[in-house]
């Protein structure tokens, strides 16, 4: 019985979460106080913490930009940097902290991006934008060509949470053909949002279409899910494979 009790815990026991091959995280909310993501400078600080531990080597946090509910400029999100920043320092964590953001598609967004006003954006002129997760923008594709036509690099932050994507497989062709950056979160991979949004991340990460992953961290809840990621033994071995432009930031 004792061997049985030993051979049954070897199993159980899970490979610590190693994100060192990732290097960058490029998708999280970790600006306190700003949108739906860390609430205090110290919840920031300990979140950081353990994205540090995991072995990553820089973050670029993302807080929303969303007209009807997250009203943030450039200014707010890079003044709520230089403080984070400051706060990383000070607590002696060995990480190197940038920030651009998560911009919500409508109308309004699109007016901005035709007016030329200026967009927080990260490496190569990438920038982050998401959708609603239940019905498809009709200004989707409008938006998308916009932001190619005045020099951006768009990312559509977690394609794989979208209903309509998953249910409309000519967009998901569509999307492909143009050669859109999809960033897939981790966190959909260990099942964290649902068993059909892991499928279609997985199905995502097989088609070789998966340009960027991002933890898309708000609290720690995600980065206790996150530690689980090595029990998915054959999606883990594989994301690390990619060649993600992650680890060119």
């Known amino acids: 019985m004792a061997w049985l009790d030993i051979f049954k815990r070897k199993q159980e026991e899970v490979v610590p979460l190693d994100l060192r091959w990732l290097q960058t995280d490029m998708h999280s909310h970790l600006i306190p106080g700003i949108d739906d993501g860390s609430k205090s400078m110290e919840e920031s600080i300990d979140l950081i913490r353990r994205l540090a531990d995991f072995g990553l080597s820089k973050i670029i946090t993302t807080p929303h930009i969303m007209s009807e509910y997250y009203r943030n400029t450039p200014e707010i999100i890079l003044m709520g940097l ?7 320092k000070q607590a002696g964590i060995s990480i190197e902290i940038e920030a651009a953001a998560e911009y919500y598609m409508d109308e309004i967004f699109l007016e901005k991006v035709k007016s030329g006003e200026q967009m927080l954006t990260f490496g190569d002129n990438y920038i982050l934008v998401e959708t609603g997760f239940i019905n ?7 938006i998308i060509f916009h932001l190619e036509m005045a020099g951006y690099k768009p990312i559509l932050a977690h394609p794989e949470r979208y209903q309509y994507l998953l249910m409309d497989k000519k967009l998901q062709e569509e999307l492909f053909e143009r050669k859109l950056l999809f960033q897939v979160n981790l966190l959909s991979l260990t099942g964290f949002y649902s068993k059909q949004v892991k499928e279609f991340a997985e199905m995502l990460v097989e088609k070789g279409v998966v340009a960027l992953l991002g933890t898309d961290c708000h609290n720690a809840r995600y980065l206790d899910m996150l530690e689980s990621l090595p029990k998915h033994q054959k999606i883990y071995e594989k994301i690390q494979h990619l060649d993600l432009i992650n680890t060119r930031l």
């Open 82 to 88: 230089e403080d984070l920043r400051k706060s990383v």
């Open 136 to 142: 498809k923008p009709q200004m989707l594709l409008d």
